[in-house]
């Protein structure tokens, strides 16, 4: 299974960009896709997740500001990111959490994007 994220960017505050998130190899189905970034000397966090059914959670930093949607395949996520702020840099990474057979699911991760956001 390999996550491949994409759509990072330099760009300046106030302005807008989206990233996409596609899953490949072998899946039976995904259960959850998300979004976790990391700016330089802090730890990863959750920046928004979405379920198979639709549900979605935010970072309080990002709500009003960012959605996370599926494609029609369900083998895609993206992440909207709007009003964008200079505290919304760092490296953005994709989390799946796929169900590789009838009984196992795993973790998987992209290999980052980077979004920076001038002020």
């Known amino acids: 299974v390999q996550l491949q994220a994409s759509g990072g960017g330099l760009m300046q505050a106030g302005g807008s960009l989206r990233l996409v998130c596609a899953a490949s190899g072998s899946i039976f189905s995904i259960n959850a896709m998300g979004w976790y970034r990391q700016a330089p000397g802090k730890q990863r966090e959750l920046v928004a997740t979405i379920t198979s059914g639709g549900t979605t959670n935010y970072a309080d930093s990002v709500k009003g500001r960012f959605t996370i949607s599926r494609g029609n395949a369900k083998n895609t996520a993206y992440l909207q990111m709007n009003s964008l702020k200079p505290e919304d840099t760092g490296v953005y990474y994709c989390?799946?959490?796929?169900?590789?057979?009838?009984?196992?699911?795993?973790?998987?991760w992209g290999q980052g994007t980077q979004v920076t956001v001038s002020s």
């Open positions: 989390n799946a959490l796929i169900r590789v057979a009838v009984t196992n699911s795993r973790s998987f």
